[in-house]
């Protein structure tokens, strides 16, 4: 056992052991010791080296779990079974009232299902509605600001044009950035003594009252002039550095982006992209109503206020994580959300779409990632579409499939259930009629079973690239 009262300096000859008067050789190989730094090598705690055999070629290129991006793709292949969780969702399984999901969540949830039980039309609608409300930069707007940033010979044109990205993107999160920061108040209050939490209470009634009003000036006041010196003395007299200065780190990032969002600040960095000649016709007798309208009636703006699946979708997981529906959908929720963040992470250069639905008394489950400059291989340079869509069909089996258009032609890849794989002839015709029936040329349409489950980098191979080309900026 350690002599844990022993002075921090040693006295000498304190100890008779022979070892202790011994220098230390870190060269000496008869050494036992293992834990004499060498000041050549950079170590850690436990012998390994954070270089991992960086200077031997056979293994230069093996997986290093240092990295950030490499942690994200050891995640990506160990992610949560997201078809199995949501078809479980959609058929019900174990999330009955006796299960302790409570009355007003199982009613919840069975609009939610009724809301994926739909027909052709109502299908294509839904995927429509999924594609524009994840593509936020989409349409001639940003199109045309996409090209003036690729020919762009200035590198303060660039940042310009990054700028008001970034002041649209959080200008059409307001919504979302309010009802989160209206969140972390309340969640706050359940982390405060009462003498504190009621006062912050009606700060978060005043707020949210400025934010029904559409006064972001007077919600940024609250939060600068009452939240955070509240929060700051609570800390100061109590010296709680919990939970409330934890959320309130949160807050700070989510209100930095929602003062960002400023309209008169995005309309006056939309002028000033206009004296650049980016848009065809003259933009600069527009009114600053008609500006806020334009960029109110994008594509994925309209399609994002009509998203009532996201938005349900998110409240049954938010009560079902906070116990109401019982572990059994607290478990199927969690897995849910794990996998969506993996998917919707700054790393994964692919747009996601979850596509759950009910097709004539079948649960089905379709996730679909897409990706617009993919570069194909076999010699072709062009970048041009390719599309991975993963499907689970209750009753049949999970389907893959990959689609390419390329040179004018469409070519698809399917993997199937083993059982379906005798009819791959007619299956193969049958899609190359529904592509020319969509004024589609047919390209490459394979058919076979499914030997086993297609990961996204074997989709998209240009998802490794960033390890041999990035930097390691994980401590």
């Known amino acids: 056992m350690p002599e844990i009262l022993r002075p921090t300096n040693p006295v000498p000859g304190y100890d008779n052991t022979g070892s202790r008067n011994q220098p230390i050789n870190p060269n000496d190989p008869n050494r036992n010791i293992q834990n004499v730094i060498d000041p050549t090598r950079v170590t850690r705690g436990d012998s390994r080296s954070e270089q991992q055999q960086a200077g031997d070629a056979s293994v230069s290129h093996r997986m290093r779990y240092e990295s950030n991006y490499l942690t994200f793709l050891q995640r990506l292949a160990n992610a949560p079974d997201t078809a199995s969780a949501f078809l479980r969702l959609l058929q019900g399984q174990g999330l009955q009232v006796s299960s302790g999901i409570s009355p007003g969540l199982a009613a919840e949830l069975q609009g939610f299902l009724?809301?994926?039980?739909?027909?052709?039309?109502?299908?294509?609608?839904?995927?429509?509605?999924?594609?524009?409300?994840?593509?936020?930069?989409?349409?001639?707007?940003?199109?045309?600001?996409?090209?003036?940033?690729?020919?762009?010979?200035?590198?303060?044109?660039?940042?310009?044009?990054?700028?008001?990205?970034?002041?649209?993107?959080?200008?059409?999160?307001?919504?979302?950035?309010?009802?989160?920061?209206l969140r972390t108040l309340y969640d706050m209050t359940r982390s405060l003594p009462s003498h504190w939490a009621n006062q912050l209470t009606d700060i978060a009634g005043r707020m949210e009252n400025a934010f029904a009003a559409g006064d972001r000036?007077?919600?940024?006041?609250?939060?600068?002039?009452?939240?955070?010196?509240?929060?700051?003395?609570?800390?100061?007299?109590?010296?709680?550095?919990?939970m409330a200065r934890s959320l309130l780190s949160l807050l700070t990032l989510d209100m930095v982006r929602y003062e960002n969002g400023d309209e008169q600040a995005l309309?006056?960095?939309?002028?000033?992209?206009?004296?650049?000649?980016?848009?065809?016709?003259?933009?600069?007798?527009?009114?600053?109503?008609?500006?806020?309208?334009?960029?109110?009636?994008?594509?994925?703006?309209?399609?994002?206020q009509a998203d009532?699946?996201?938005?349900?979708?998110?409240?049954?997981?938010?009560?079902?994580?906070?116990?109401?529906?019982?572990?059994?959908?607290?478990?199927?929720?969690?897995?849910?959300?794990?996998?969506?963040?993996?998917?919707?992470?700054?790393?994964?250069p692919l747009q996601h779409l979850l596509l759950p639905f009910q097709w004539e008394d079948k649960a089905v489950f379709s996730?679909?990632?897409?990706?617009?400059?993919?570069?194909?291989?076999?010699?072709?340079?062009?970048?041009?579409?390719?599309?991975?869509?993963?499907?689970?069909?209750?009753?049949?089996?999970?389907?893959?499939?990959?689609?390419?258009?390329?040179?004018?032609?469409?070519?698809?890849?399917?993997?199937?259930?083993?059982?379906?794989?005798?009819?791959?002839?007619?299956?193969?015709?049958?899609?190359?009629?529904i592509l020319t029936r969509n004024g589609l040329t047919p390209g490459d349409v394979r058919v076979a079973a499914m030997r086993q489950p297609m990961n996204i980098s074997d989709a998209f191979p240009t998802l490794f690239q960033e390890v041999k080309s990035g930097v390691d900026v994980k401590v």
């Open 308 to 348: 009532n699946f996201a938005e349900r979708f998110t409240q049954l997981a938010l009560r079902s994580l906070r116990g109401e529906g019982g572990t059994a959908a607290q478990e199927i929720f969690r897995s849910l959300l794990s996998s969506i963040l993996i998917n919707e992470s700054v790393y994964m």
């Open 267 to 304: 309309i006056q960095s939309f002028r000033h992209l206009g004296n650049y000649n980016i848009f065809k016709g003259d933009l600069g007798g527009l009114s600053d109503e008609s500006i806020l309208r334009m960029l109110n009636e994008t594509d994925f703006a309209k399609a994002a």
């Open 367 to 433: 996730e679909m990632w897409v990706d617009p400059d993919a570069q194909h291989s076999g010699g072709r340079e062009d970048p041009a579409p390719r599309l991975l869509i993963k499907m689970d069909i209750e009753g049949l089996g999970a389907f893959d499939l990959i689609i390419d258009q390329a040179g004018g032609r469409t070519s698809l890849q399917v993997a199937c259930p083993r059982q379906m794989a005798a009819f791959s002839g007619d299956i193969s015709r049958d899609l190359s009629e």
């Open 217 to 242: 000036q007077e919600g940024l006041s609250i939060l600068r002039g009452q939240v955070f010196p509240l929060i700051a003395d609570y800390v100061t007299r109590t010296h709680d550095h919990g």
């Open 114 to 181: 009724e809301l994926l039980n739909m027909d052709e039309a109502q299908l294509a609608q839904f995927l429509q509605g999924q594609l524009k409300s994840g593509m936020r930069f989409g349409g001639a707007l940003f199109s045309a600001l996409r090209t003036a940033y690729q020919n762009a010979g200035s590198e303060m044109f660039r940042t310009e044009i990054l700028q008001f990205l970034r002041q649209y993107s959080d200008y059409s999160s307001t919504s979302h950035l309010q009802t989160r920061m």
